[in-house]
């Protein structure tokens, strides 16, 4: 067994889960699964929710979501008519991750931030 | 407490967390973080490692992640000169959220496939 032979190594590689990462890789999409994690909402919702989403980056986030399976888009006929996005099974799954993802940028944001002023090389 | 009131909220907002979470919703960053994960490797040991990488792509990739204090640059005075990159102590505690991330997508990459050729809304 190489030592690069461990569980994971998927991100290595052309397949399946290497899309699954590049989907759950895509900032505006971490940050919509997650304002989705409480319930459906509406487009202007997630916009609120969301600070600094445009409504066109919004739009494309969320239908690049439903065409990946994370998302359901949901239409009610109803006066006015309305429209809810809701994350599906598989957009659930993903909570975990996000949030795991979350709880490590909450610890360690200042530490970047701090890396940054310190003079950690100059991009 | 608002139903968004939860710890993780840093999703949504400006703040040193967010910037932490767009480090690793960073392909290449997630990849590159992964692929030191076993220990320091030279730029053309990572390029090989990591499938689809160009020359170019894994230099601002590495300068990148040295600017947010997550991997260390180290020149060995040798003949030939030999330079590598590890992982700072930060850039160990990614590893974590890196390994959730990884094995999601392992989980879940087939079930992406599946949704986009059942027809989920087209791109």
């Known amino acids: 067994m190489s030592s690069f032979n461990r569980p994971g190594d998927v ?3 052309d397949c399946p889960a290497r899309l ?7 900032k505006w999409s971490v940050v919509t699964i997650y304002a989705l994690g409480n319930g459906p909402r509406r487009h202007g919702e997630l916009k609120a929710l969301i600070g600094g989403i445009s409504s066109k980056m919004l739009t494309q986030t969320l239908r690049r979501l439903q065409h990946h399976g994370l998302v359901r888009r949901q239409a009610f006929a109803e006066v006015p008519p309305r429209v809810e996005y809701a994350l599906t099974g598989l ?8 949030g795991v993802l979350s709880r490590w940028a909450e610890h360690n944001g200042d530490a970047i931030l701090a890396a940054q002023e310190g003079g950690a090389a100059p991009l």
Chains 1, 2 share one sequence.
Not at 91 to 98: K, Q, R, T
Request: aromatic content about 6%; proline content about 6%; overall charge negative.
């Open 11 to 13: 991100f290595l590689a």
């Open 20 to 26: 699954a990462v590049e989907i759950l890789s895509d």
């Open 91 to 98: 957009g659930e799954s993903a909570l975990e991750p996000v």
